[in-house]
Nanobody
């Protein structure tokens, strides 16, 4: 089970940091990622990181603004979001994949959280 937190309502240009925890889980064996879904739209890939965060991948739409990181000692995954835009408004989901290969495909992930809402509006 994955648990997200850190969402909220902010203005364009603001920052937010999302967290995802997996209590009791050894997350180091998983590739972990963030996806998001806006109302009426498909779930889309945001970012992923390998077991120690040394390899990362980002969607073009967030590259340079979002940073994914992880702390396996705390079984935690983070998404630092800077310079937020209205188009970043969505429910953000944490996901874990029992593999060593990064993936941007949601069906490749085995475990999901319930999501945390991010709203960017002036």
């Amino acid at each position: 089970q994955l648990f997200e937190s850190g969402g909220g309502s902010v203005q364009p240009g603001d920052s937010l940091r999302l967290s995802c925890t997996a209590p009791g889980r050894t997350t180091s064996v998983f590739v972990m990622g963030w996806f998001r879904q806006a109302p009426g739209r498909e779930r889309e890939f945001v970012a992923s990181a390998d077991w120690n965060g040394s390899r990362t991948s980002y969607a073009d739409s967030v590259k340079g603004r979002f940073t994914i990181s992880r702390d396996n000692a705390r079984s935690a995954l983070y998404l630092q979001m800077e310079n937020l835009k209205s188009e970043d408004t969505a429910t953000y989901f944490c996901a874990a994949r029992a593999s060593s290969f990064l993936s941007a495909i949601s069906s490749d992930y085995d475990y999901w959280g319930q999501g945390t809402q991010v709203t960017v509006s002036s």
